[in-house]
């Protein structure tokens, strides 16, 4: 054999049989590597999506009971209702404010007998809701069908609300018991869960929380649902999810990390190039066996860390069921095992060995009466596997019968087994609340019987007038607004107002009884001869009202006035005595323009004044003249208030001279309104309107705030005013600002003067204005009389005031020059104030032969246009600088 052959065992096949171990090993370590890297990738996953679990289950813990302990709260407001149907909004709000007093994400309690919200609390905010009928609304009207339906709570949502926002709604049936045992549906209670408040409660809007989550709603035949809280991507991302059981439908709760699964996920290349390490070096096995009890001790400390967690929701939860005295239970349907918690034992008052009951032990606690029912139900809930809502009574072995109310859900567990688990509480109280307001609603439907009849009587009594017996004020106002609903054209009447003429003269001489034999007399006339059909009302003292009926249309009541005023007119006798009284009469008929029967009673009232302003004892008809004369006047008026809002009333001035030696001695500061359409009106065109108004006072102190201005202002240019005059009213006379003015102000005694207007009358017994003119004089003001000698001014007011100034009517000056016996006339007039020591001012000087006669007569001072007209503020200054009235002193002094 050729030594060049190559033998089997080569060199080169030797080689590759010693990488074959090598290639082995790393061929095995790679699959260990992979083996081990799933499984630390599997194992995180796990961990991963357990720690989501855990944290979405407490979320939906959170939300179960947040719900389930509002929907207690509102079960107060259906015991009520139950036993209160005919509740009032005042008495819903008030059981609101006690009921949900605590803070609680209910939003609004709404109550809709029939389906139609009547009654909501709060108020403020949810107004948008009254009216809402369910049985109309697209969006509601299933949920509030199946309440009726079932006749039991049925929890729906999100739902979105009138109001804005969404919520979740508890609607809850209010069955009322009838006094013949039946029951009636009353209708709904609706719950509106804020939707938000429920969210921040559970923990959602938590920026600590580590968890997307996402929550859709399931119901049947719903496939795919959106999320209504959350994103569309939690629910693409492999989530992690769990149901919530609403009744009418559920919720699916998803979450996801932050971020998604691989944000969370560890990195796996720490461990991967630690294992790359070992298959290179062979590193010491105690180096694995430390990276192991490190991983270990890890994952004691996560499992240590989630057992605290579970253990601290588990004391929240115990100390929230503790706190609500709530029971728990839970019931096997295939081993029949009843688990109760230690409140369940003593809701029921049974001793049961490790809270482990049975089926029979609940049953031997109902109540005989309710035992039936309370079966038939549990029954039905767990063949159905529907939410199970029941209320019965439970006897206590000392014989105490409480009423229990049990909540309950179906499920099954991991070997498919059906379990039902539930709570029970205590509802006595409530039920002894509900009997009590039962009999006080009793006890208040008969007082309310009584009542109602006591109130026909009172009525009746309010609606008519003691003395006649006829309708009154009050009857006629419903009168009126029963007429006003009907058209005008099918209610053409007439309105007549009366009042009786003399009356108070009577009352005041011959007493009260006089006066009510003359009222029920005046009633008698009226009934007696007014038309058949027609409204007859006493309205005031001595006023009466008639009010055509339809049927009279057309009749002659120009002509039924007359009869009426005659036959009013009539002598009555009481107690010896003749009693005879007047009648006017205003008459009004309702027409296109005055359609409103309000407008005609004013009407008639119109003309009634009317007929007494004519002379009383008359009948006047309401026409279009006194219309307008009413809304001249009413403009007036306005105008008035509007000018002294806008200080348009002035003061104007007309200086006074001396009769002999024409100096200027004084200033009389005259009323002026500034009126921005009409220019300057004199007070003949506003006083009546003023007095009438009652402002006459202010317009008094405008004109002497002004007159004291000028007057400071004439003195400060050099041209001193001896006195300055201004006119004041009775109502002036009676302001205390006037007194509180004039106490403030620092005038000269005897500069300032007021002149009583001619209105005002001393011939009578006013012992009060007489008291207050001495208070001005008192305080260094003269007094003046006006206008005396045309009528209102006499000598009595002489005497009883001793006036500075005396000034004589322009009516006894005109005529001066004509009359001999005019001139004797003033001259007795200017003595008898020379002799009280009166200083006499003559107004109405029209020429300077007036001048001339009236200074012969002895007078002291001249007014009038001869001299100087009435003149603005800005040309008095000019006026008295220049002294143009003495243009006619030399023709004075030489006559």
Known sequence: MSANHHHPLAPSRILKLHYLPAAVAVVAMAVVMLLVDWQMRDSDNRDMRQQVLRDLVRIRTELESDIHGNVKLVQGYVAALETEPGMSQQRYSELGTRILQHETVIRNVAAAPDFVVSMIYPMKGNEKVIGLDYTKNEAQRAAAMKVRET???????????????????????????????????????????????LYEASGLRGRDLDIDVAIAVVRPGLQDASPFFGTVETLSDNPVSVTMRLGHEDWRLSAIPKGGWSAMAANPWGTRLLMLLISLVVVAPMIWTGRLTEERERHLRILRDREDEMQALSQRLQIALETSKIGVWDFDTTSGVLIWDERMRDLYDVQVPEGKASYADWKGAL??????????????????EQQYENQFRVIWRNGDVRHVRAIGTTYRDSLG?????????????????????????????????????????????????????????????????????????????????????????????????????????????????????????????????????????????????????????????????????????????????????????????????????????????????????????????????????????????????????????????????????????????????????????????????????????????????????????????????????????????????????????FDGEDRELVHQIERLKALGADIEIDDFGSGHASIVTLLKLTPRRLKIDRQLVIPLLESRSQQKLVASIIEIGRSRGIEIVAEGVETMAHAHVLRDLGCNILQGYALARPMPPGELLGFIGERRWLAGRDAVRQA
């Not at 969404?166 to 209708?187: C, H, K, M, Y």
């Not at 109540?367 to 159905?384: G, N, R, V, W, Y």
């Not at 006379?733 to 620092?746: A, G, I, K, P």
């Open 417 to 761: 087994h059906k379990k039902i688990v539930g709570v029970n509480w205590d509802v006595t109280e409530d039920v002894r609340l509900q009997e009590d307001l039962r009999r006080a609603k009793q006890v208040s439907d008969v007082q309310n019987e009584q009542l109602e009849e006591a109130r026909l009587v009172m009525e009746s009594a309010a609606m008519h007038d003691a003395l006649t017996g006829l309708p009154n004020r009050r009857y006629l106002d419903r009168i009126v607004a029963d007429y006003e609903q009907r058209p005008a054209e099918e209610m053409a009447l007439t309105v007549m107002h009366i009042d009786l003429d003399r009356f108070k003269d009577i009352n005041d001489t011959l007493g009260h009884a006089a006066g009510d034999r003359i009222l029920r007399h005046a009633a008698t006339t009226l009934a007696e001869l007014v038309f058949v059909g027609d409204f007859l009302a006493r309205i005031g003292g001595d006023e009466f009202v008639v009010i055509s009926a339809p049927d009279n249309r057309g009749k002659d009541y120009m002509e039924l006035a007359g009869r009426l005023i005659e036959a009013i007119s009539r002598p009555v006798l009481h107690e010896g005595h003749e009693c005879r009284v007047g009648s006017s009469i205003g008459i009004a008929t309702r027409s296109a323009a005055d359609s409103r029967i309000e407008q005609v009673l004013v009407n008639a009232d119109i003309a009634l004044y009317e007929a007494k302003r004519r002379g009383r004892n008359r009948v006047e008809s309401f026409t279009d003249f006194l219309r307008q004369e009413v809304v001249n006047t009413k403009r007036t008026a306005d105008e008035i208030l509007r000018g002294l809002e806008q200080n348009e009333f002035m003061a104007y001035f007309q200086p006074q001279f001396d009769a002999h030696t024409l100096e200027l001695v004084g200033l009389e500061a005259l009323a002026r309104w500034d009126h921005p359409t009409k220019g300057i009106l004199a007070p003949a065109a506003f006083l009546d309107i003023a007095e009438s108004l009652k402002v006459v006072a202010q317009i008094d102190a405008a004109v002497l705030n002004q007159a004291l201005l000028q007057q400071f202002r004439l003195n400060a240019s050099g041209f001193p005013v001896p006195k300055v005059s201004v006119n004041v009213s009775a109502q002036r006379l009676m302001d205390e600002t006037l007194f509180e003015r004039l106490e403030n102000l620092s005038f000269r005694p005897g500069s300032l003067s007021f002149e009583l207007l001619e209105s005002i009358s």
């Open 151 to 197: 006749r039991q709570l049925l929890l729906t949502g999100p739902v979105k609300l009138l109001q804005g926002g969404e919520a979740v709604i508890a609607r809850f049936p209010v069955i009322q018991t009838l006094p013949d045992g039946s029951e009636n549906f009353w209708g709904i209670v609706s719950a509106v869960f804020d939707l938000e408040k």
């Open 367 to 384: 109540h005989p009466a309710d035992l039936a029912q309370a079966e038939a139900d549990f029954a039905k809930a767990i063949a159905t």
